[in-house]
């Protein structure tokens, strides 16, 4: 039998530098506020602290792996603490530990029958041709499996390149060698370097080679690297008094602010909306 649930708890996960290891803060803030904000009376909205953390990047100085790790702990903690059918969303470093929780109840690992729904902003294991316009996928490359009986959303931007990275990009290798990056766990971020180069896990293993028709790709990959670069850093970049215009910039936190597509609706917009269609159609159940 399948009763009809009124109440969605949406459980918001931020990027990288969004939360902190102390965060207990509920009220959801960051990109994700954009997209709970405009939510009707049907959903309550809370937010999930972990460390956020990228290495040096971020305060708390874990790696990303180790960030993700606690994030997925307290993401599980929290839905098995919520009555009633979740939603999840999450933005960047958020989606990671959105997928991770995903492939656990995919794998059976764990069971959350209570999560229902997965709306992703800026997944970097997004998957090839999930949004219109993005040619290519997820930076940090194949993400865990999604639950069938999980409908999800992917919001990404062609020119945002944590979502949308091309096949053999340079990029893909950064990820790979910083993802146990962190001044804390210098031990483990050595050994996790030296076990990457020993059995030559890249993303790109396949796609390199010492040839010169490989150095004439790889000049090809350069000039794309460049561009998806241009994309991530601000639009204004600054070094002591000098300040250069770089206008293509901000494509990675540009999804409350600018419109995505034709309709004139931002990302985090499309998303709210995404869900309330759900919600309206009936799609929110739980099995009795």
Known sequence: ???SMTQVTVLAVGGTGESH???HRTAVTGLLSRVTGPLDSRFTARWVGYPASYGPVAIGGLSYC?????GVRRLIAAIDSTDGPVALIGYSQGCSVIREVLGRMASG??????VVAAGLISDPQQPAGSVPGCEGSGVAGVGPKIPDDVSVMWIGHPQDMICNASEDSYIRDIADLTRFMSFRTTKLWIRQLWTLLRSNEFQNARKTRFTPRQWRRDCRRVRIATAELKGY???TLAWRNVRVSNPAGDRH???ATEPL???????CQI?????QVQATFGQYELAA
């Open 109 to 114: 690992e764990v069971r959350l029958p209570s």
């Open 233 to 235: 850093l601000p639009r």
């Open 271 to 275: 998303l709210a909306q995404w869900l």
């Open 253 to 255: 936190i540009a999804y």
């Open 66 to 70: 180790q960030s993700t790790r606690v």
């Open 21 to 23: 290891p102390a965060d």
């Open 1 to 3: 039998m399948m009763v």
């Open 261 to 267: 597509d034709a309709s004139g609706l931002t990302g």
